[in-house]
């Protein structure tokens, strides 16, 4: 199964301490406690990663099943709708590498902050995303569509929110 595997700290004379991407540093005794607190934080985030997956492939599922409400003619390369399915694709591009990413580069000397910095760039574009099908679907009057997307987004937010603590 893929997961976030943090692996970094520091030792400084008898303290340990690991620096995370959401601004904290934790400091421990022993070799012991801090692994300790490596695993249950590595298990958290991979907690959050599954959630935020969940989101992005509701996010994609709606963004496929209107898929055809993105009619727009392609010799007008300034249309909205055009705008649009252009910068979801893009989107949606960016979070599947960043998800590959965060799960495979376990050695950068930095993975630390990397996870806490990539997390932050699929929850940027999936907002843009919802943002985005957000406007189309007001366009064509589906409420029903708004209100999943509203529901995803507040999913997000709540991820965001629980990613700023990290309980030692």
């Known amino acids: 199964m893929r997961q976030i595997k943090l692996n970094h700290f520091n030792k400084t004379g008898n303290v340990y301490s690991v620096s995370l991407g959401n601004n904290t540093v934790h400091t421990f005794k ?4 801090t692994n300790k607190f490596l695993s249950d ?5 991979t907690e959050k990663l599954h959630f935020l997956n969940n989101v992005y492939s509701s ?13 727009f003619n392609c010799k007008v390369l300034d249309s909205n ?5 252009r910068e979801i694709r893009n989107s949606f591009s960016i979070i599947d590498n960043t998800f590959n990413n965060v799960t495979t580069k376990h050695h950068f000397d930095h993975y630390n902050f990397y996870v806490f910095k990539s997390f932050k760039l699929i929850s940027e574009n999936l907002q843009s995303i919802i943002i985005s099908l957000r406007n189309l679907y007001k366009t064509k009057s589906v409420p029903s569509l708004i209100y999943q997307l509203d529901y995803l987004l507040d ?14």
């Open 155 to 168: 999913n997000l937010i709540n991820i965001n929110n629980d990613l700023q603590f990290i309980i030692t």
């Open 81 to 85: 709708m055009y705008l649009y399915d």
């Open 30 to 33: 022993s070799l012991k406690a």
């Open 59 to 71: 996010t994609f599922s709606l963004y496929r099943q209107t898929w055809l409400y993105f009619d």
């Open 41 to 45: 934080s590595s298990k958290f985030l």
